[in-house]
């Protein structure tokens, strides 16, 4: 009988967010491999009982790579995965949902080549890379982007809350984008558009200033997903409370439009494509 290991951490993020950062290839090839001297250039994984995975582990300097994969025996929804390697040797590894953490426990049976702490101490090496990743992308941080407009203050502000125009500019975050609700302090507000399946979703927020032609501040609060509001829960739990701010100053016949937003790190990278775009829309129907 192969001697079974065991390691675990403690994730500090819903157990949907643990799973989904453990199984998606994207999340898989930025946390997968033992030091820092190692990465992940590859991974496929077909999460289902029959299915496959396979992912790549490799020295940064091209010394030396290897395949690593297996089957999938067992799959529990947020719960259980069970699989055997290519050399028949087992894992199992499960997901304690812990309300804002989760508890992740791995066991697998040894090899023989290696001695018993130096596997151990290799998984457990991986499992901590796995949650200092995941815990990474529901941290927030600040973002700020600014653009100088050819127009009055008065114009600008006016222009960027008008429901016509505000389809336009924010069409590169999601075509068909379109506001519900009032824009004065206090009012709730829905930042909504289809979702492909017939239904809309979007976000459901507050305005917690509005100061004509000076400053505008958003508290989001959940997500809109059909006719439900989600406003607590592991769905909206990283970011709730979160702000998007704009700051409008007048700088002789020019308008200085300053968006700041607290963003998860998860998607800094595609904000950082979309929002230059979407001000330099707001630019071009302003100057027109």
Not at 82 to 98: M, P, Y
Not at 269 to 279: R, S, T
């Amino acid at each position: 009988m192969k001697t079974k290991i065991t390691v675990e951490t403690i994730v500090k993020v819903p157990v949907q967010k643990a799973w989904e950062v453990w199984s998606q290839p994207h999340h898989i090839i930025n946390w997968n491999f033992a030091s820092p001297d190692w990465h992940c250039p590859k991974a496929e994984n077909d999460l289902q009982a029959g299915g496959n995975y396979s992912w790549t582990m490799a020295a940064k300097d091209g010394s030396m790579s290897f395949d690593f994969g297996g089957t999938y025996s067992k799959v529990e929804l947020h719960k259980k995965i069970e699989s055997v390697l290519e050399d028949k040797r087992t894992v199992q590894v499960e997901f304690l949902d812990q309300g804002q953490e989760t508890r992740v426990i791995e066991t697998f049976e040894a090899e023989d080549q290696n001695p018993i702490d130096m596997q151990r101490m290799g998984w457990q090496a991986i499992l901590d890379n796995y949650k200092n990743y995941a815990e990474s992308l529901v941290q927030l941080t600040k973002m700020k982007f600014d653009i100088s407009i050819n127009a009055s203050v008065e114009k600008v502000y006016q222009t960027m809350l008008a429901d016509e125009h505000y389809r336009v500019w924010t069409a590169p975050f999601h075509p068909g984008s379109y506001f519900k609700g009032s824009w004065e302090k206090g009012s709730k507000m829905l930042f909504l558009g289809p979702d492909g399946k017939g239904s809309e979703g979007g976000m459901v927020s507050r305005i917690e200033e509005n100061i004509p032609n000076k400053f505008i501040s958003i508290e989001h609060l959940g997500l809109v997903q059909g006719d439900k509001e989600i406003t607590s829960g592991p769905e909206v739990a990283a970011w709730a409370g979160s702000h998007e701010n704009y700051s409008f100053e007048s700088k002789n016949s020019s308008t200085v439009v300053s968006v700041e937003l607290d963003m998860q790190n998860e998607f800094k990278e595609m904000f950082e494509g979309m929002w230059p775009k979407a001000i330099q829309i707001l630019k071009d129907i302003c100057e027109k």
